[in-house]
């Protein structure tokens, strides 16, 4: 069941042109920006996006502005947070995701509020990722910090299966909503 409902809605993700991912990720960016944990958090961590994801590209250069802003670096089946100054020295690395040539570390504790991607969220705050477990390893290590998926709306479904390993995130803002997840 995992698996068909991650290809179904990949499948929808991949479907969408290209202009109606930049209007409703602008739509998220703007739900994202009024909530008071992102207006409160010293230092964000973004996902990169790519392909048909919710484009975060704008909303990392916006935060730059005035907050630090971390990504994710793999190294070794695992990602290092880094800092980046400039959006526009990040480079293709693994599976072609934007990320620094070098990471610049930062403690995990100083990281108070994580962007989370996914292909799939249910209103518990599991997800569906892409299957390598990159993301439930690095929550594990920042278990303080706030979790907020972004998500188009139909990639949010009422329940999922969970695993054990798995790491629910706290919320998730669509384009039309921001759901609070149940615990």
Do not use: W
């Not at 996914?118 to 209103?123: A, T």
């Not at 009422?158 to 629910?168: A, F, G, L, N, S």
Request: contains cysteine.
């Amino acid at each position: 069941m995992k698996n068909q409902l991650k290809e179904l809605i990949l499948e929808k993700r991949n479907s969408l042109p290209k202009q109606e991912i930049i209007e409703k990720s602008r739509k998220i960016k703007g739900n994202l920006s009024n909530l008071d944990y992102y207006k409160k958090s010293k230092t964000i961590m973004f996902f990169v996006s790519f392909n048909s994801e919710v484009d975060t590209h704008d909303m990392i250069r916006d935060a730059l502005k005035n907050k630090p802003v971390v990504v994710p670096k793999v190294a070794h089946h695992e990602i290092e947070p880094s800092l980046i100054i400039d959006f526009d020295n990040l480079i293709p690395g693994k599976f072609g995701v934007l990320e620094p040539i070098e990471t610049m570390k930062i403690a995990y504790k100083n990281i108070n509020l994580v962007l989370v991607p996914g292909i799939v969220f249910d209103k518990e705050g599991h997800r569906i990722g892409y299957g390598f477990g990159y993301y439930d390893k690095f929550l594990k290590k920042v278990p303080k910090a706030i979790k907020i998926g972004l998500a188009f709306d139909f990639q949010v479904v009422d329940k999922i299966p969970r695993e054990m390993h798995d790491v629910p995130v706290d919320m998730v803002v669509s384009e039309k909503r921001v759901v609070e997840c149940i615990k």
